[in-house]
Structure formats: structure tokens, C-alpha cells
């Protein structure tokens, strides 16, 4: 009986059995080599994602062990359970000892445990439960869900601990469920105990019994905090006063919030997302302005651009936009932000436009403009800086008063009295030497510059150059000085030539008497001066007399004679011959006769001091000559000559190449003035010998015939 296996409490497994053992370990142990595998390959690649990302292919070779031993241990319990049912049947009819039961219960309990072990390491809710809503066993993670333990749980009904959803709302679909036998969705559970919201991602299955449902498994992930952040992120989308859009790689919304749908002007979200992909181009036959061109990729691009509001009018956006990839890899859509810019650009417009024009206004003043800041550095110049001073504005910018070559006193202090508070307005004139090497005269106005909270932080300072005021203040002091020594030049001609008039009478007396020879030549000699000296004395009353209002027929022969006759003394005394032909077949032409002595006195100085310049005696040959319809008379000298760089600019004002104090440089800018007046002109060469001539055109009276 003892070796009987019908009587063997252990009964020996046969060999499908241990076939089967054996492929199960051969199963688990080829689970452990595939998951090792699978993280040796994965490894290199693991290794270079961020966030520690690297430990999964361990991790998941420990779960691949875990649950190969897990599956191992299970197995041998069935195995052990087997045997004894197997036991139990081949003893059917007999009583199983106290033995067999002890040791099927132990099993039994193992395998409760195990189970019980297993649906509490689950991550999900899981539970089972009647048709009628009692809890017939429940995990670990559903306990904490409803802050109670498993024995307060199992036995009850569920709606003794949820409040959501309701008994009500359960049964209605309860025959739907029993129908189909299956049912998955989102559920909102509101927990008694703590009064919390949970939303659960849930699978129903029937729990079957002869093909008859009587109860109900299911698995449920907790989904709360996706929620939440998805309902936080539908929040945050519909209130940003962005526009927030979706678009596909071609351009075509798929979805928009309102801030964009109010933004593009359109009534609703439907009429923006239905708008064609191009119509939104502001610029017509250009790409959709949304989509990009696949060699992009989808990396963040921002740029501005401009659409097409529903009326048609331009909004000026800022994008900024990514892609979204799909698994493998490809774009499957564009999401980004849409940011109103158009006032922002219009009120940078405005602003460019209201600096150009306090740029073009300061660029306008006649005065160079100067702003200085307390530790007394130039901080702004205007561009008149480069005519005043010869310097650029960057030049000038971020140097001190006192660095700047040649600058005078009188200005430093100037400035240092308005930034110390001594003077609120003052003004200085002071010479300058200009960046070109010239010097010139400058007149400074400084005034105090205060910022917001009215503290002096600078000083503004305008500067004029006024070195041509200052010659045409000379030059009028030197034309009053003139004009007095005309008049006194006219009194003493009108004194001198009463008693001229009778030496010339009583000469001429003296030499129709019966005199000598000798006192004849000598009458004749006085006669002679006499009418030579009331000649100077009727030119300088030509000279000195006030000009005639307006204009009359002038004989140039004449006017040249009268000049060189006014100033043949000056002539003579350095030592310079003229050599003069007068014309008397010339026309007469229409002119003031004051003016053009003038201009013929001015040309024939010139000559003498060139003259002067490179030796002691000299040649002034004055021809004239008619041309067309002009007459002209040329002066020609034998001086040191005109360099040819100099010739452009010699009837400029204020032109000199003489020494300082030798002449004004305004001479010949007056004879340019006097001639262009009268329709003339007056050109400059250089004589192919040497020295210089000066030509001085006239036009012909109409219908003017020769003098001679």
C-alpha cells in the first residue's frame, strides 16, 4: 500500500509535466537573454539622453529577472497544486486526510497572497466588484484613492464612498455594459472622504459564469494631474492675449484661440480655421506665410510677417514658432504664438520719423549745435561741426573741452560757468584755429540742459562762425573811412582848384607878354604842372563825387585813363611802368562810372603789390579790345603769377594768398559782383611768361557807334 501511488499523498509528476516544467524555464530563461540583449544594444545609445535617462536598459533587464523569478515561483505552485488535485481525483471516493488539506490550504493561501501581491504592485486601480455595486476585492492604489483600508472596503458598496458619479447614472448604463460586456472611457470620481476630484482612465470587463455576467473587473489609470494640466493649458490658451495657433507643414490651421481669432478680425474660430491657406498672405502669389518649406526643418524660427485681417486691412506679427514630431520622426504639425506688433511698428515708425526730423531741423540751424555733459565731455555735435571746426562727430564724441586742439579759454569757461550754475545764459567770441589750418572767429552762445527732474545735466552750446561778419564789419568800417576821406578828398579839389585856376589864367597871361626865353620855358614848365595837378584834382572830384542814380554811356579808354591818372603817384613810387593803348574806336558801353573805376582801381592794386612781391620794378600792360558784342580791356603784370590751385577760388570772398594785414580777400569778389551787376565778368589767367592777367568784359550798348 505504501509504494501504491493511488495511496501516495505525494503524487510523482509525470513526464508531460516535467516537459512542461522544463519549457517553462527555458521560456523564462530565453525572457532574461532577449531583455539582457536588448539593453547591451540599447546601452551606447541610452547613454547620451539627458536626465539620468541612461539607467532604463538596466532597469528594465531588473524587471525582465524580477518577473522571470516572479513567474518561476508561480509556476511551481501550480505545479504543487496540481499534483494534489491530481491526488484527490485519483482518490475520488476517499476521504483526503488532514494532510492533503493542511497542505492544500497552505497552497491555496500562497496563491491568494501572491495574487493579492501582485494587483497591489499595480500603478492602476484595480478592483472587482458585483452587479449590484459590493466590492468584492480591491488594491492596494484604490485604498489610497479612497483614504481607507481594505477591510473597510471590501463587502460595501462602492457608492458608500464616492459621491461621483452617481448610483443613478451607473445603473442607467448598466444594461448597456451587460449587453456589450466591455466599456472604457474618462470618469470625474468625487471621493467622499476627502472630497477630492479624480478623473480615471477606466476599462470595464464582465466577470463571466456559465457564459452569465455577475460582475465587473476593472483597471483604472489615474489621469488627475493630466488633466488638470490639459484643463490649465485649455485655460491658458483661450485667456492669452496671444495668438495661439496649430498649423500643418503647409500652412493650414488646425486650431487658433480666440486671442488670434479676435486679432485676424474674424466672428468665430470655425471662419478663421476655414480661411484658405493663402488668404491669409497679406503680400499675394507668395507661400503660405504659416507653413515652411521642408530644407527649414522645425527647429524654433522667429520673424515678422504680416497678415490679412478679414477686412483686408495689414497686422504686422511677430512668429515664433516649433514642429511636432511624430514617432518616426516626421513633422506632423507647427505650433506657435502670434504677437500683434503693427502699433509697436507704427509708433517706431513715428518715432524714426519725429528723429529724422529733429535730426534734419538741427542739421538746418546755421550754428553748429554742442552738448556737453557735466565732467565737461562733448556727448552730441551736429554735422555743421564739420564746415565750423574741420572735425567729424565721432571725432568730437567722448573727448574733453580741454583736449580739443586750439580751443580757447574764453570757451572753457564759458561752459564751466553755465554747468556750475554761474551764468544761465552766456555767450563769448573767441578765435579758432579751423582743422584746415586757417583761423577763424567763432561767437558761443551756452545754455543749461535739465533732465526730467530738473537738475542740470549738461550744456547746450551753439556756436557761429562769424569770421565773414567780422571782415564785412572791417570792410564797412574801412568803406565809412573811405567815404569820409572822399568827402574831405572832394572839399579839398573844390579848394585846390580855385587857385589852380588862376595860376593856369596868369601862366598863360605870363606867356603872351614880352619875356625871355628862359622865363618863358619856366611859365611854360608851371603852366604845364598846374593843368597836370587840376587834372588829379578833377579826377579826384570824379572819384570822390556820390554816384549818379542809375546807369549812363561810359567810355571804358576814358575810365581806365582816369584811373591810372588817380593813381599814377603810387605807380611811380614803385617804380612801375604802364604801358597803356587806348582805344578810341571803341563803343561805348552802359555803366556807373564810380563802380568801374572801382573795379579798374582794384585790378590795377593787385598788380602793383604782385609786382612788389618778387622785385622792385616792374611792367603793368593794359590793352583793350572789342569781341562780338563786348569790348574788354585786359591788365596783365609781371608778377610772381596765380598757381593753377589757387585760380578757382580767387574771386571767392574773403580769398587771400597775401600776408595778414595786407588785404581782406574781398577785392576781387567785389569786381566779380560789380561786373555780373552790369553783365560783365572778369576772368584770371596766368601769362605763359609769368605773371598774371586779368581780363574785364563789357557788353555793347545797342546801337552804340565808336567814340573816335
Given at each position: 500500500?505504501a509504494?501504491?501511488p493511488k ?9 508531460l509535466?516535467q ?8 521560456v523564462?530563461?530565453f ?25 532604463i ?18 509556476r ?6 496540481k499534483?494534489?488535485?491530481?491526488g ?7 476521504v483526503?486526510?488532514?494532510?492533503q488539506l ?12 501572491s ?26 492604489r484604490?485604498a489610497?484613492?479612497?483614504?481607507l ?18 448610483r443613478?447614472?451607473v ?12 466599456w ?10 476627502t ?10 470587463n ?12 476593472g483597471?483604472?489609470?489615474?489621469v488627475t ?8 493649458f485649455t485655460e491658458?490658451?483661450?485667456t492669452?492675449?496671444?495668438?495661439v495657433?496649430?498649423?500643418?507643414p503647409?500652412?493650414?490651421?488646425l486650431?487658433?484661440n ?15 480655421l476655414?480661411t484658405?491657406v493663402?488668404?491669409?498672405?497679406f ?13 527649414e526643418?522645425g527647429?524654433v524660427?522667429t520673424r ?13 506679427c ?19 504664438t ?7 511698428r ?19 540751424f546755421?550754428d553748429?549745435?554742442?552738448v ?6 562733448y ?5 555743421r ?15 574733453k ?7 580757447s ?13 554761474k ?8 578765435p ?19 533732465d ?16 565773414v561778419e567780422?571782415?564785412?564789419e ?21 579848394e ?8 593856369l589864367?596868369?601862366s598863360?597871361m605870363?606867356?603872351?607878354t614880352?619875356?625871355?626865353e628862359?622865363?618863358?620855358k ?15 584834382v ?16 561810359v ?9 591810372l591818372h ?30 568801374l573805376?572801382?573795379v ?20 603793368l ?31 571767392d ?6 600776408r ?15 561786373l ?19 581780363t ?10 565808336a567814340?573816335?
Amino acid at each position: 500500500m505504501a509504494n501504491d501511488p493511488k495511496h501516495n499523498p505525494q503524487r510523482s509528476p509525470s513526464h508531460l509535466e516535467q516537459e512542461e516544467s522544463k519549457l517553462w524555464r527555458v521560456v523564462l530563461l530565453f525572457v532574461v537573454l532577449l531583455a539582457t540583449a536588448l539593453a547591451a544594444l540599447s546601452w551606447e545609445r541610452f547613454q547620451n539622453l539627458p536626465y539620468r535617462l541612461s539607467a532604463i536598459p538596466v532597469v528594465l533587464l531588473l524587471i525582465a529577472i524580477l518577473f522571470a523569478a516572479y513567474a518561476y515561483g508561480r509556476r511551481r505552485e501550480v505545479s504543487e497544486l496540481k499534483v494534489l488535485l491530481h491526488g484527490l481525483q485519483d482518490r475520488v471516493g476517499a476521504v483526503p486526510s488532514e494532510e492533503q488539506l493542511d497542505q492544500l490550504s497552505q497552497v491555496i493561501r500562497r496563491s491568494q497572497r501572491s495574487f493579492k501581491e501582485l494587483i497591489d504592485s499595480f500603478d492602476d486601480v484595480a478592483f472587482a466588484m458585483s452587479l449590484e455595486g459590493i466590492l468584492r476585492t480591491v488594491n492596494r492604489r484604490m485604498a489610497d484613492a479612497l483614504g481607507l483600508t481594505y477591510g473597510e472596503i471590501v463587502g460595501h458598496r462602492l457608492d458608500e464612498f464616492i459621491e461621483e458619479p452617481q448610483r443613478g447614472f451607473v445603473e442607467a448604463g448598466l444594461g448597456r455594459f451587460i449587453e456589450k460586456r466591455r466599456w472604457s472611457g474618462l470618469t470625474r470620481v468625487k471621493v467622499k472622504k476627502t472630497g477630492r476630484i479624480l478623473y480615471f482612465d477606466c476599462v470595464l470587463n464582465a466577470i463571466l459564469k456559465d457564459d452569465e455576467v455577475v460582475g465587473i473587473s476593472g483597471l483604472a489609470r489615474d489621469v488627475t494631474e493630466a488633466r488638470q494640466k490639459e484643463t490649465r493649458f485649455t485655460e491658458l490658451f483661450e485667456t492669452l492675449q496671444e495668438g495661439v495657433y496649430f498649423s500643418t507643414p503647409e500652412g493650414k490651421l488646425l486650431d487658433a484661440n480666440p486671442a488670434l481669432v479676435h486679432m485676424l478680425g474674424y466672428e468665430s474660430k470655425d471662419g478663421l480655421l476655414d480661411t484658405d491657406v493663402t488668404g491669409l498672405n497679406f503680400d499675394t502669389g507668395q507661400p503660405p506665410v504659416l507653413g515652411r518649406d521642408p530644407d527649414e526643418g522645425g527647429g524654433v524660427r522667429t520673424r515678422e510677417i504680416t497678415l490679412r485681417r478679414k477686412d483686408g486691412k495689414p497686422v504686422v506679427c511677430l512668429d515664433s514658432s516649433r514642429a511636432v514630431w511624430d514617432p518616426t520622426g516626421k513633422v506632423i504639425r507647427y505650433q506657435g504664438t502670434l504677437v500683434d506688433v503693427s502699433e509697436q511698428r507704427q509708433m517706431e515708425r513715428q518715432l524714426r520719423q519725429q528723429e529724422e526730423f529733429q535730426r534734419h531741423l538741427l542739421e538746418s540751424f546755421p550754428d553748429l549745435i554742442l552738448v556737453i555733459d557735466p565732467e565737461e565731455r562733448y556727448t552730441f555735435a551736429s554735422s555743421r561741426i564739420r564746415d565750423t571746426w574741420g572735425y567729424d562727430a565721432d571725432m568730437l564724441k567722448g573727448k574733453k573741452v580741454g583736449e580739443v586742439e586750439e580751443q580757447s579759454p574764453e570757451f572753457l569757461e564759458l561752459c564751466r560757468d553755465v554747468l556750475s550754475g554761474k551764468r544761465v545764459f552766456g555767450f563769448c567770441e573767441y578765435p579758432f584755429k579751423h582743422r584746415g589750418g586757417n583761423w577763424r572767429t567763432m561767437r558761443a552762445s551756452a545754455s543749461p540742459l535739465f533732465d526730467a527732474e530738473n537738475h542740470v545735466r549738461g550744456v547746450v552750446v551753439s556756436v557761429r562762425d562769424i569770421t565773414v561778419e567780422k571782415k564785412m564789419e572791417q570792410q564797412i568800417i574801412q568803406t565809412e573811412r573811405l567815404a569820409a576821406m572822399g568827402q574831405m578828398i572832394g572839399g579839398f579839389a573844390h579848394e585846390l582848384n580855385n587857385p589852380l585856376t588862376s595860376i593856369l589864367g596868369l601862366s598863360e597871361m605870363l606867356q603872351e607878354t614880352e619875356v625871355r626865353e628862359q622865363s618863358r620855358k619856366h611859365l611854360a614848365m608851371m603852366h604845364g604842372q598846374a593843368k597836370r595837378a587840376a587834372e588829379i584834382v578833377q579826377n579826384l572830384m570824379y572819384f570822390s563825387r556820390p554816384p549818379a542814380p542809375g546807369k549812363s554811356k561810359v567810355n571804358i579808354a576814358e575810365l581806365v585813363q582816369r584811373t591810372l591818372h588817380l593813381h599814377a603817384y603810387s605807380l611811380r613810387k614803385n617804380n612801375i611802368s604802364v604801358d597803356y593803348l587806348p582805344d578810341a574806336s571803341l563803343p561805348l558801353v552802359i555803366g556807373d562810372p564810380n563802380q568801374l573805376m572801382q573795379v579798374f582801381l582794384n585790378l590795377i592794386l593787385n598788380a602793383e603789390q604782385a609786382i612788389r612781391e618778387v622785385r622792385e620794378r616792374g611792367t603793368l600792360r593794359i590793352r583793350l579790345g572789342r569781341a562780338d558784342k563786348a569790348v574788354s580791356a585786359s591788365f596783365q603784370d609781371d608778377g610772381p603769377g596765380i598757381p593753377s590751385e589757387n585760380l578757382p577760388n580767387i574771386f571767392d570772398p574773403f580769398y587771400t594768398t597775401k600776408r595778414p594785414g595786407r588785404g581782406t580777400g574781398l577785392g576781387l569778389s567785389i569786381c566779380k559782383a560789380v561786373l555780373k551787376e552790369h553783365g560783365g565778368n572778369v576772368e584770371a589767367t596766368s601769362a605763359p611768361g609769368g605773371g598774371s592777367v586779368f581780363t574785364v568784359t563789357l557788353p555793347i550798348e545797342a546801337g552804340s557807334q565808336a567814340t573816335g
